[in-house]
């Protein structure tokens, strides 16, 4: 059994492109499916998906280990960089997909069996309408708990928000008010029965960020996702 090609297949869904990869084989109707998405990189990460590729292609497709090294290590630039990591990570799914395939069961069972028989589900506030979300002024507070009692009242019982501009640095005390603001009306308005996430998209300095961590602390965030850059791991550590 080979690898024949690699394809990637762009999808635009809405203030993004999602980016999935179709590792194809010689056996008639065997393939996987991957997902590689890295936002506003599309043609970067479809372009290291191609340069990576061809590493692969007329390999065996169940060496998943095999290959993962190989396509990590074997260029002069090894793949520890988001966008080549991305492209790496978006075929390793679809080999293990393969096999999964092979042996006629989910990839759960490949990997020591499932953990739960459940999996929760909570929204983003707004719904299937997200640019409603961002397009709310972070100094509305009240519109940031009516979006909250629109969620419980759908049957979430969990959800997340942006409580921040979301492609703009921050800094400074205004942000942070802000966000305390939204985060307490949205608390007030759903009680201490529903579980809040806030995102803050990694725009903080790891200073800011943990200013952000204090200020939401009284609330019970039930996470509180990307606050600061992702390349500094002693500012997330120390968050």
Not at 155 to 164: I, L, P, Q, S
Request: glycine share 10%; aromatic share 10%.
């Amino acid at each position: 059994m080979k690898i024949t090609a690699v394809e990637t297949h762009v999808c635009h869904a809405r203030m993004r492109n999602w980016i999935f990869v179709k590792v194809l084989t010689d056996q008639p109707g065997l393939w996987g499916w991957g997902e590689a998405t890295l936002e506003w990189h599309t043609r970067s990460v479809v372009g290291a998906i191609e340069d990576v590729s061809q590493l692969i292609i007329g390999e065996d497709p169940t060496r998943i280990e095999h290959l993962w090294q190989t396509m990590y290590r074997q260029h002069f630039w090894h793949g520890n960089g988001v966008v080549r990591g991305t492209a790496i990570s978006g075929i390793d799914i679809a080999l293990w997909d393969i096999l999964g395939k092979i042996h006629g069961v989910p990839c759960h069972k490949l990997w020591g069996g499932p953990v739960r028989d459940y999996v929760r589900t909570y929204c983003h506030l707004g719904g299937g309408h997200m640019e409603e979300m961002y397009d709310v002024d972070p100094a509305d507070a009240g519109r940031f708990a009516d979006l909250a009692r629109r969620a419980v009242e759908e049957g979430f019982t969990a959800f997340k928000c942006m409580a921040v501009p979301e492609t703009a640095p921050i800094e400074g005390i205004r942000p942070l008010k802000y966000a305390e603001a939204c985060v307490r009306a949205m608390r007030e308005a759903v009680g201490d029965n529903i579980d809040i996430m806030v995102d803050c998209h990694a725009r903080p300095s790891p200073r800011m960020g943990l200013m952000f961590a204090r200020a939401l602390e009284p609330y019970g965030l039930y996470w509180f996702e990307e606050p600061c850059w992702p390349e500094s791991v002693d500012g997330l550590a120390e968050i």
